[in-house]
């Protein structure tokens, strides 16, 4: 279907048609960037926020246990001793809830695992070493040593786990934030496009739908109140404006026709009138002419010597005849001033 052949209502239809699915498709791009965004920050809250915070507690615990320990080592309470384990208990506990999350990678969970496994180690040596070293045995002073080298190992490898999953919360919120700056940027710029086009849009269809439509007809309409009925109009389509120009010039094609019809009828008429005219002439010439014989000869029987009788046949046979050519005279008077008329009509 061309543009031309549509109607005006629908082309203003269409346009908003055209706006209205613009401004859907931004808000979809909105929704679909802000679900996209929701799911990204569902990862992180139930993934690496939960991990990062439980990598941070066991490392804590892990620490609080190693000082308990020492405590319980260089101070003798045994009470510490209990601390420790407490403490060691909660790491593991921490670790454990990090491997069981869903949505976080194999590696990641083995890497846990792993530290879980040599926290329990640690633990079942170091449990019995430090308890007999807090009761006054001196002797295990190598292996003591080597627990110490193995905490430092431990508290490294948490600390490494901690800033892993720190980095990655931090990497994931800053690419969250980055995401949603593009796509707000995107979206501003799409929906300036969709406005700029709104705009260019409504000036094609009131420019060239409207605005020059009318003053094409009003140029017509000009032409028209002139005289000008022999130019048609320039504007054709099929819309309201189209059937109004249509309508025109078939007001224009209905009015040159019945000039031609006056005008016709008015050489019908001058050559009527004309024809009368001449008969008229023709005809008064001809009555006149022996009128005026009748009333010569009236006039010269008059001037004879006549009888009373006669006199009076003779003065009314004048009379007559002077009364009739008066209304001849008067019917060749309106005759020549109906032609004079219908000569300036």
Known sequence: MKWKSLSISKKIYLSMAVIIFGYTSSMVFVIVAGQNSQKQLSVVSEVLFPASQKSQAALTYFEHQAKAYEDAVYIGEMERMDVAKENGDAAIAALVGISKLVTISDESRRKVHEVAEKLKGYMAKAQPLYTSMALGNTEQVAAAAD??????????????MTMA????????ISAIQATTRRNQIINGVFFVIIVILTILMVMVVVSKVIIKPIKQLS???????????????????????????????TMMHRI???????????????????????????MSHEIRTPMNGVLGMTELLMNTKLDERQRRFADTVYNSGTSLLTIINDILSWNWRSFLSMCAI
């Open 256 to 282: 040159r026709t019945l000039l031609e019809e006056q005008v016709t009828a008015k050489e019908k008429a001058e050559a009527g009138t004309r024809a009368k005219s001449e008969f008229l002439a023709t």
């Open 165 to 172: 999953f720190s980095n990655s919360l931090r990497d994931d």
């Open 147 to 160: 627990l110490t080298k193995q905490t430092a190992e431990l508290e490294h490898e948490l600390v490494e």
């Open 219 to 249: 140029k017509g309409a000009i032409k028209i109140a002139n005289g000008d009925f022999n130019t048609p109009l320039e504007y054709h389509s099929n819309d309201e404006i189209g059937d109004l120009s249509q309508s025109l010039s």
